[in-house]
């Protein structure tokens, strides 16, 4: 895989613009081709998302407009209205079917949107669409919320090109967090490939996510193709996977309120359902986050964790241990547990790695040849002041 700049503009067909009025952002992007799309499992689900499902039964997106500052779920009637008013918006600029035209929205549940807002924003950002680095950027930033940082990545691989923004810092659960991900590439594939794709990829990536336990009313993620470029079904979906992969990372870095970020190694499971089961329960257990937080090997409740999971284990079986860097940035590796027996004198080595703002848990249940990977963060005292306040 390759690195390259330009976000989602690297991709041949995208332009994207995005602007900013207070609490309130817009973003526009335009990419013709086959598209597809995964959404939320939570049955308090927000108009946007079902607009967009409709529209996708087409197979073919034109474009995706997008706002921060309200969420609009759980606003009735008026919400779908308002929603349906913003993919028409921009058909009308694109001069295309509203049908062929996506729409997200994410901030604060069960209030109104201001389309005379949504209006003035949109007058600003349609003048602003191009295909350049700084377009992406400020299409994403247009939709941040409790996000501290951009999140994007751009890769070649194989002549094919797949790019990606994300927001998403807190109520991060996904099951297809609050986040919305839009995917572009320039292959040339039907629809149903790139939902088959997208399955697979969020699957290895968002689906293995967790913040904070929550999931949201908003969650979408949607890929859209093209068609420049040539390419094999296998290598796109490498890179796809790889993409979603590199947006899990980063949303976990930018929990909310976090200041470490960790990874659970699971190996040795039964079945990749047992794997990602416990690989979760541990990303998601908040006992886990907080002693991450505290640098405090209290690997007891790793063991915990993974024991309610839901997966099959034997605790005769397991072996657990933790890999980080020191301050002077040299790798660092101990065991903690091995085949159900408890290492000594190894705490103050966890504890060093502990220390550290990056950390792998790796844990190897020791029944079968099945794996997983799930993405976290730690649980601080940020955390709670940000979501104590979050409307006031």
């Known amino acids: 895989m390759q690195r390259i700049d330009g976000g989602i503009c690297a991709v041949a067909g995208v332009r994207a613009a995005g602007v900013r009025q207070g609490k309130y952002g817009l973003t526009l992007i335009e990419a013709s081709g086959a598209a597809a799309g995964m959404f939320t499992t939570n049955k308090v689900r927000a108009a946007p998302l079902d607009i967009t499902a409709e529209h996708l039964a087409g197979g073919h997106l034109d474009g995706v407009i997008a706002n921060s500052g309200c969420a609009n779920a759980y606003t009735g009637p008026r919400g779908r209205e308002d929603a349906l008013a913003m993919t028409q ?16 929205s994410t901030g604060v549940i069960g209030r109104y949107m201001d389309m005379e807002i949504i209006a003035r924003l949109f007058d600003e950002a349609k003048t602003h669409l191009r295909s350049d680095g700084e377009a992406s950027l400020e299409a994403e930033r247009a939709i941040m919320t409790t996000d501290t940082r951009t999140k994007e990545v751009a890769i070649e691989h194989r002549g094919m090109r797949v ?100 990874e659970t190694v699971v190996t040795g499971a039964r079945s990749e359902l047992d794997a990602r089961l416990a690989a979760k329960a541990v990303a998601r257990s908040s006992l886990v986050k907080t002693a991450v937080y505290g640098a405090d090997p209290n690997w007891g409740r ?22 980080g860097e020191s301050p002077a940035g040299s790798s660092l590796k101990v065991s903690l547990v091995e085949k159900g027996h408890i290492v000594d004198g190894v705490l103050d080595q966890a504890r060093e790695i502990m220390r550290g703002d990056s950390i792998i848990i790796n844990i190897d249940l020791g029944l079968g040849n099945a794996g997983a990977r799930g993405f976290g963060c730690d649980l601080t005292h940020e955390y709670v002041n940000v979501n104590a306040n979050y409307t006031t």
Not at 89 to 102: C, M, V, W, Y
Not at 190 to 216: C, H, I, R, Y
Not at 305 to 317: F, H, L, N, R, T
């Open 302 to 323: 790793i063991i915990c964790a993974v024991g309610y999971s839901g997966a099959e284990m034997d605790p005769e079986k397991i072996t657990l241990g933790l890999e």
């Open 89 to 104: 918006l921009l058909a009308g600029f694109l001069k295309t079917d509203e049908k062929k035209i996506a729409v997200a």
């Open 163 to 262: 790019a990606g923004i994300v927001k998403g810092s807190g109520m991060i659960e996904p099951n297809m967090a609050t986040m919305l991900c839009f995917l572009y590439t320039d292959a040339d594939f039907p629809a149903q490939v790139l939902q088959d794709s997208l399955k697979d990829a969020v699957k290895e990536s968002f689906n293995m996510l967790t913040v904070d336990g929550d999931t949201s009313t908003n969650d979408t993620v949607l890929l859209t193709a093209t068609g420049k470029a040539k390419g094999i079904v296998e290598d796109f979906r490498e890179a796809l996977r790889f993409v979603c992969v590199d947006l899990a990372r980063q949303m976990a870095r930018d929990g909310e309120g976090a200041s470490k970020y960790f």
